[in-house]
């Protein structure tokens, strides 16, 4: 069974354990950062994590006969983007063995 979930209010607790910087103002920075994340790729740009990873919009194909999974109906599905993540190297090393 995969580990459990950490969420960003999780994420703001440990920042907040390991510095002197207020929760409010560990909370505005993460929301900052993420906002920043999303700009770029909402701009095509490539997001890139040394060591950890790289984010990026490629287009899907569209498809004419695709299937609504809840209704069974026909529908046509155009290109569109999708975000991808492809992990660094460190983070590849890292998590190697971690379900094995």
Do not use: C, Y
């Amino acid at each position: 069974m995969p580990g459990s979930k950490l969420t960003k209010a999780e994420i703001v607790d440990r920042i907040g354990e390991q510095t002197d910087v207020s929760r409010k103002d560990i909370h505005i920075i993460v929301d900052a950062f993420f906002a920043e994340v999303k700009d770029a790729l909402a701009a095509d740009r490539v997001v890139e994590f040394r060591g950890f990873g790289t984010f990026e919009i490629r287009t899907r194909k569209g498809r004419k006969h695709a299937r609504n999974p809840k209704t069974g109906e026909r529908v046509t599905v155009e290109n569109h983007g999708v975000v991808v993540f492809r992990p660094g190297k460190e983070l590849k090393e890292s998590s190697w063995n971690l379900r094995s």
